[in-house]
């Protein structure tokens, strides 16, 4: 990667499959250069796509993976621009038996685990690009949820809350940032067709306006809408791809 490129460059974490292997297509196709990370390696298919620049494996889960990979990552970049960070890992645990984890029932030390990856890596990924977002007057786009707006019937209570926190610090990220000439925002994905749904969620459908679960390519473009010059005056602010579901 070429310090003084034309190009723009994003960083996306979760990026092997879903939302997250979506998005990345999305915004290679439009010609930007594409850093990614999540746990596997990337597919054989988008290893031949020259737009995607590097892949860094790294459980972000720890905090010393965490920290590593935002070291490499900045090393690429070096003294160039950053033009998007798109906070896109998150874990959601069940059961065996798909039982809804609850505030009683959900054990504590899995709680922490949801946090670290839900909360705490987009807060220091924040940090860690802040620099490189700056001068590239760049864009940093939060994957919330629904379920953060209200008691979702099969996602668990630590998810939940955990994205709930996630939205808040969208809006607190976007008032400090702002002096970076950075903007921060969210996207809140409703019931999107992934390998996350399970048959279970066919029940959730007609209480969706559209009648209809969402695509990840739907949950792409609202990130990539997000992170160009025809919203350069937004920030702060959380899109919901429900269908409508968010309105009940």
């Given amino acids: ?18 939302i997250g292997h979506s998005t990345v297509q999305r915004f290679s196709n439009e010609g930007w250069q594409v850093i990614t990370c ?40 070096g003294d160039g621009p ?15 038996f798909k039982e809804r984890l609850g505030c009683l029932n959900g054990d504590v030390t899995t709680w922490r685990e949801v946090f670290e990856l839900n909360f705490f890596v987009p807060l220091m990924l924040a940090r860690g690009f802040a620099t490189h977002l700056g ?17 979702h019937p099969f996602a668990g209570s630590a998810y939940s809350t955990s994205k709930a926190a996630l939205s808040a610090l969208t ?40 009648q209809r679960m ?9 990130v990539y809408q997000l992170c160009t010059a025809d919203f350069g005056y937004v920030t702060g602010t959380e899109v919901f791809v429900t269908g409508g579901q968010h309105l009940y």
């Fill in 171 to 210: 809006r607190e990220l976007a008032v400090e940032m702002a002096g970076l000439g950075v903007r921060v925002n969210a996207v809140a994905p409703g019931e999107i067709e992934t390998a996350m749904v399970g048959e279970e969620y066919e029940a959730l459908i007609p209480r969706i306006p559209m």
């Fill in 38 to 77: 999540s746990r596997d390696v990337i597919p054989m298919e988008c290893q031949r796509d020259p737009n995607w620049t590097h892949h860094i494996t790294a459980d972000l889960a720890e905090t010393g993976s965490t920290e590593a990979f935002v070291a490499e990552a900045v090393g690429l970049l």
């Fill in 135 to 151: 001068r590239g007057a760049g864009s940093v786009v939060n994957i919330t949820s629904i379920a953060g707006h209200g008691v």
């Fill in 1 to 18: 990667m070429t310090a003084n490129s034309d190009r723009k460059t994003m960083i996306l974490t979760g990026a092997s499959r879903g």
């Fill in 214 to 222: 969402g695509e990840p390519s739907e949950v792409a473009s609202a």
């Fill in 82 to 96: 950053l033009h998007a960070l798109v906070n896109n890992a998150a874990v959601s645990p069940k059961t065996p």
